[in-house]
């Protein structure tokens, strides 16, 4: 039957999408490329579901938000995310696994659950220090054909590796932005300095010393031009 030849992937098969994420994360820090790799090798691995997404958490409210996903085949259909869902895996860091969405009590009266899904699983993303950096969901459309104890626990471990790939993408992001904004600002406090006088004012009988820096750390600031130039009234000479 389809159902017996969907779930009859073998453990070979398996390993070599394993392989092929492990690979995927070695090859890049991207990490939309790392989340669209994981994401195509999964569908691979579980022929149940017809689509696969990764919800990161965002900000300091840490604001799940979807970050990728995969269709199997593309039917139009927006992409609904389920707090109840993602709640039970990011908050508490618990791995879930639905049969059958219709039937499951924990999803009664939830219809951003049920108007989207007939099975799922869906495990966290977690990073180094054991707190959720977002979540794997995997979800199957057609009856008949749901996902299994076995599917939740390799998911569950497939997790792992994209966890780390994830902050490790994450460092590599927010160093590229430092190194961007460290650029920005020498460039603005180079074009401000073409502003400024040359040499201090000369008046018999007085010194003066003066300096000059921008007014911020950040870039946005240098470039508004809000740097700051102190100079300052010595003393007389003699």
Request: charged content about 30%; glycine content about 6%; overall charge neutral.
């Amino acid at each position: 039957s389809l159902s017996q030849a969907l779930r009859g992937v073998d453990a070979q098969t398996r390993l070599n999408a394993l392989l092929e994420i492990a690979e995927a994360l070695r090859q890049t820090l991207d990490l939309d490329v790392v989340l669209e790799k994981i994401l195509e090798r999964l569908l691979a691995i579980f022929p149940q579901a017809d689509r696969g997404f990764v919800v990161l958490c965002e900000g300091p409210e840490r604001t799940p938000a979807p970050r990728a996903r995969k269709l199997r085949r593309d039917d139009g259909a927006p992409l609904v995310l389920s707090r109840t869902i993602l709640s039970e895996v990011i908050d508490r860091g618990q791995a879930i696994l639905s049969r059958d969405v219709l039937a499951d009590e924990r999803f009664v009266g939830h219809d951003s659950v049920i108007g989207f899904s007939r099975t799922l699983i869906c495990a966290p993303l977690v990073g180094r220090d054991g707190i959720a950096l977002g979540a794997i969901q995997l979800d199957g459309l057609r009856p008949g054909l749901p996902f299994r104890e076995e599917d939740l626990t390799l998911l569950a471990a497939i997790a792992g590796p994209p966890a780390i790939a994830i902050e490790n993408a994450r460092l590599h992001e927010a160093s590229l932005e430092r190194e961007r904004l460290t650029r920005a600002m020498e460039f603005a406090r180079r074009v401000q300095r073409r502003f400024l006088p040359s040499n201090v004012p000369e008046l018999t009988g007085y010194l003066f010393a003066d300096r000059y820096e921008a007014a911020g750390s950040r870039a946005h600031e240098a470039t508004d031009s809000k740097a700051e130039v102190k100079r300052a009234f010595l003393k007389p000479t003699e």
